[in-house]
């Protein structure tokens, strides 16, 4: 083993029903190399540190430039993308674990189906046909337009439920992505029409009220949307919401 | 494809209860918290003073009712369903060592000692003394606290009790949508880790007069 060689220690699962267990890899170094490209290392020659031949390590990965936000895996004990963490940067062994917050299918693919539905559960889509045509739209004014262009970044890539000690197994919390994307759909004018039915999602068993504020997610998230300050904000209009519509009844 | 009613999915008990918990801690638990340390401070006045303070709570019309529907209920209340919300995280703040997760680490934490530190304090200074019909006055809590070990303990209990409720205001003013940014989060962060050693302070000082 030549000294520019890198240690990889993997936490791997042949199936999902199947118990997880430990895999270690030593792949040749190259300059500029990231995870993703450590592991495809691993796929062209899939030999672990004993010398013996094994399945090739899983993974997804789509884009390679931090938009598709398949690539999520916990690098060295923390969530983040495969494609944008640098090998050179990394403590070594480079410990590579799958998300915990989601079913684990097999090595580091998870299924992060729970954020897909919580998209639907909040209406994440502006409706702009109907049984009539509904016109044209209002304008957006250009601030309006920079703030919510932070919020149309969300790649939904999992960081920030899997960072939150709120969401867990034994919690319904519906997860930070679903609350930063209600307040951009509840921010575009036309979006806005819907904004009572996604509040109802917010003030419910798996909203709002299992925000802890620990601000992990606005921390790890790897396209630095402003989580905390929709959080914020939807707090506030949860609040009135609520009180409204118990005032109403 | 458009529903033109908006129905409830589900229940919002989940948020009701979360907000009156918020609403419990700031203005009945808050409220007699200052009054509290505030009233114990006399004691650095001397034990006159002090001893003036209790005498004149005693004598507060409808105690009783005050104490357990001002003190008593929101205390249960509070300290209930707390201690549900902490079991049911799962606190990381070992790996990612952000400030305020580990204020949210810290915030359950001190919520539970409080708790066990409040009820051995109310059976102490106030269930017990009306059962066996002593009178509370500086001599008595100067004996108590003479103890090191009961002084360590209250010591303790004063500290997570004031970090408890200055580091809640800073995150009930988010639960109330009041700061909404990062910047204004961080100034109230800020503002409230000064009134936690202030009331730290002041509760120490009152503790350690008791006993010099």
């Given at each position: 083993?030549?000294?520019?060689?890198?240690?990889?220690?993997?936490?791997?699962?042949?199936?999902?029903?199947?118990?997880?267990?430990?895999?270690?890899?030593?792949?040749?170094?190259?300059?500029n190399?990231?995870?993703?490209?450590?592991?495809?290392?691993?796929?062209?020659?899939?030999?672990?540190?004993?010398?013996?031949?094994?399945?090739?390590?899983?993974?997804?990965?789509?884009?390679?430039?931090?938009?598709c936000?398949?690539?999520?895996?916990?690098?060295?004990?923390?969530?983040?993308?495969a494609?944008s963490?640098?090998?050179?940067?990394?403590?070594?062994?480079?410990v590579?674990?799958?998300?915990?917050?989601?079913?684990?299918?097999?090595?580091?693919?998870?299924n992060?189906?729970?954020?897909?539905?919580?998209?639907?559960?909040?209406?994440?889509?502006?409706?702009?046909?109907?049984?009539?045509?509904?016109?044209?739209?209002?304008?957006?004014?250009?601030?309006?337009?920079?703030?919510?262009?932070?919020?149309?970044?969300?790649?939904?890539?999992?960081?920030?439920?899997?960072?939150?000690?709120?969401?867990?197994?034994?919690?319904p919390?519906?997860?930070?992505?679903?609350?930063?994307?209600?307040?951009?759909?509840?921010?575009?004018?036309?979006?806005?029409?819907?904004?009572?039915?996604?509040?109802?999602?917010?003030?419910?068993?798996?909203?709002?009220?299992?925000?802890?504020?620990?601000?992990n997610?606005?921390?790890?998230?790897?396209?630095?949307?402003?989580?905390?300050?929709?959080?914020?904000?939807?707090?506030?209009?949860?609040?009135?919401?609520?009180?409204?519509?118990?005032?109403?009844? | 494809?458009?529903t033109?009613?908006?129905?409830?999915?589900?229940?919002?008990?989940?948020?009701?209860?979360?907000?009156?918990?918020?609403?419990?801690?700031?203005?009945?638990?808050?409220?007699?918290?200052?009054?509290?340390?505030?009233?114990?401070?006399?004691?650095?006045?001397?034990?006159?003073?002090?001893?003036?303070?209790?005498?004149?709570?005693?004598?507060?019309?409808?105690l009783l009712?005050?104490?357990?529907?001002?003190i008593?209920?929101?205390?249960?209340?509070?300290?209930?369903?707390?201690?549900?919300?902490?079991?049911?995280?799962?606190?990381?703040?070992?790996v990612?060592?952000?400030?305020?997760?580990?204020?949210?680490?810290?915030?359950?934490?001190?919520?539970?000692i409080?708790?066990?530190?409040?009820?051995?304090?109310?059976?102490?200074?106030?269930?017990?003394?009306?059962?066996?019909?002593?009178?509370?006055?500086?001599?008595?809590?100067?004996?108590?606290?003479?103890?090191?070990?009961?002084?360590?303990?209250?010591?303790a209990?004063?500290?997570?009790?004031?970090?408890?409720?200055?580091?809640?205001?800073?995150?009930?003013?988010?639960?109330?949508?009041?700061?909404?940014?990062?910047?204004?989060?961080?100034?109230?962060?800020?503002?409230?880790?000064?009134?936690?050693?202030?009331?730290?302070?002041?509760?120490?000082?009152?503790?350690?007069?008791?006993?010099?």
């Open positions: 083993m030549a000294a520019a060689d890198i240690k990889l220690r993997i936490k791997r699962k042949d199936a999902e029903d199947d118990a997880f267990y430990w895999e270690e890899f030593n792949i040749p170094f190259r300059k190399m990231n995870v993703i490209s450590a592991l495809m290392e691993i796929q062209k020659n899939p030999v672990n540190a004993q010398g013996e031949k094994v399945r090739s390590v899983a993974w997804e990965y789509n884009c390679l430039e931090e938009v936000g398949a690539c999520s895996m916990k690098i060295n004990g923390k969530v983040r993308q494609c963490t640098l090998v050179d940067r990394l403590e070594q062994p480079i590579l674990e799958p998300m915990e917050t989601f079913p684990v299918e097999k090595d580091l693919v998870v992060r189906d729970r954020m897909f539905s919580a998209l639907k559960k909040i209406k994440g889509w502006i409706p702009i046909d109907g049984t009539y045509p509904m016109g044209a739209g209002p304008l957006i004014s250009s601030d309006d337009q920079q703030e919510a262009y932070k919020y149309s970044t969300c790649m939904t890539c999992g960081c920030c439920l899997e960072a939150c000690p709120n969401v867990n197994s034994g919690s919390f519906i997860g930070p992505q679903a609350l930063g994307q209600t307040k951009y759909f509840n921010m575009h004018p036309t979006g806005a029409q819907q904004k009572n039915h996604r509040l109802e999602v917010i003030v419910s068993e798996e909203g709002i009220a299992n925000c802890g504020n620990s601000q997610c606005v921390q790890v998230c790897p396209k630095e949307i402003p989580l905390t300050t929709a959080i914020a904000e939807l707090n506030k209009d949860a609040n009135r919401y609520a009180l409204r519509s118990w005032l109403k009844r | 494809m458009q033109n009613t908006v129905v409830p999915l589900s229940s919002s008990r989940r948020f009701v209860l979360t907000r009156l918990h918020s609403l419990a801690g700031l203005i009945p638990l808050g409220l007699f918290l200052v009054q509290h340390l505030m009233g114990n401070a006399l004691a650095i006045f001397g034990s006159e003073k002090y001893d003036e303070h209790v005498q004149f709570m005693l004598s507060l019309p409808f009712f005050l104490e357990i529907g001002f008593a209920l929101p205390l249960l209340f509070h300290a209930i369903y707390g201690i549900y919300l902490s079991f049911i995280s799962k606190p990381n703040a070992h990612y060592q952000y400030k305020r997760n580990i204020s949210f680490l810290l915030q359950r934490v001190t919520g539970i409080t708790f066990i530190f409040v009820i051995y304090h109310v059976w102490a200074v106030r269930i017990s003394p009306v059962i066996s019909g002593t009178e509370v006055n500086h001599q008595l809590v100067g004996e108590h606290l003479a103890n090191p070990f009961m002084m360590a303990f209250y010591i209990g004063v500290l997570s009790t004031t970090y408890h409720f200055a580091n809640g205001i800073s995150t009930a003013l988010i639960t109330w949508g009041i700061t909404v940014g990062p910047a204004s989060q961080k100034t109230v962060r800020n503002i409230c880790f000064g009134i936690f050693v202030a009331l730290a302070a002041l509760g120490i000082g009152s503790l350690i007069s008791f006993v010099s």
